[in-house]
């Protein structure tokens, strides 16, 4: 289909207004958009192992375009560069193949049917909205409570990780939930303020589970890989937009190796 006909559909839903865009370079990220789409590659991250994984189908061209939730390039070309000569080599093969890359970030976190409202589904919370003081953050109840253990446990497994850091200073039953994937720890004090009784994200450095503390909250660290929901919700998504659309996907990145 043509190019520019599927990145408006999609920007109904993720338009580039709603990124956050004093840090998140969301959209076109190298390459030159092609006329026509009709092979798309999927992955969280474009990064040497996708390369690798795909390398036949890249030197042989047969992607139009390669969608990734988190940016190829954060920030200018220069300044990403000069500190990572690996990306700088990623790019300069990706463009010597002409396959433009294209990222849907901030804008698929909090834009309708994205990477929150999927993270909040596959929980199977009810009455999912966003949060008033983040509307990048869902929350929703649970179909029945839980104590915290319990609910620490069933959201680990609902989400496909295998383990999470949890901060049990709050409510010992939970009945509400309020989820922001990736690194939205920040959120918390917004969640407790609308009163749910956990948060759930990922990243909190040490000052941030001490602030979780002082304010006796509870707080589910979960891996920053709970966003490769991204991968099968866009898909459905491009799907139901084009149904002849022909899409890759690359789903490899794991958690790291508790021991």
């Not at 497994?157 to 990736?182: F, Q, R, T, W």
Request: include cysteine; aromatic fraction near 10%; charge should be neutral.
């Amino acid at each position: 289909m043509k190019t520019t006909k599927l990145l408006r559909a999609l920007a109904k839903n993720f338009p580039k207004k709603i990124g956050k865009k004093y840090h998140d370079p969301i959209g076109l990220q190298t390459g030159k958009l092609k006329e026509e789409t009709n092979n798309i590659l999927l992955c969280l991250d474009f990064d040497e192992a996708v390369f690798e994984i795909k390398k036949n189908e890249l030197t042989n061209k047969k992607y139009d375009l390669i969608i990734t939730h988190h940016p190829f390039i954060f920030g200018t070309k220069r300044n990403v560069f000069k500190h990572d000569i690996n990306k700088e080599i990623l790019c300069s093969k990706i463009d010597e193949l002409n396959i433009p890359i294209y990222s849907f970030h901030t804008n698929f976190d909090e834009g309708k049917d994205g990477m929150n409202d999927a993270l909040a589904n596959k929980l199977g919370l009810l009455n999912i909205k966003p949060l008033e003081g983040d509307p990048m953050a869902r929350g929703g109840n649970l179909k029945k409570p839980m104590n915290i253990y319990e609910c620490a446990a069933f959201i680990k497994k609902a989400l496909n990780v295998s383990y999470g850091l949890l901060l049990p200073y709050g409510k010992n039953e939970i009945s509400n939930i309020a989820v922001v994937g990736g690194g939205g720890w920040r959120t918390f004090r917004i969640a407790q303020d609308e009163n749910y009784d956990l948060f759930i994200s990922g990243d909190i450095p040490h000052h941030g589970r001490r602030e979780v503390i002082s304010y006796k909250y509870n707080y589910l660290d979960l891996p920053h890989e709970i966003e490769n929901i991204f991968i099968d919700q866009m898909f459905n998504i491009l799907k139901a937009i084009d149904s002849n659309l022909n899409i890759d996907k690359v789903i490899h990145e794991k958690e790291p190796i508790v021991i």
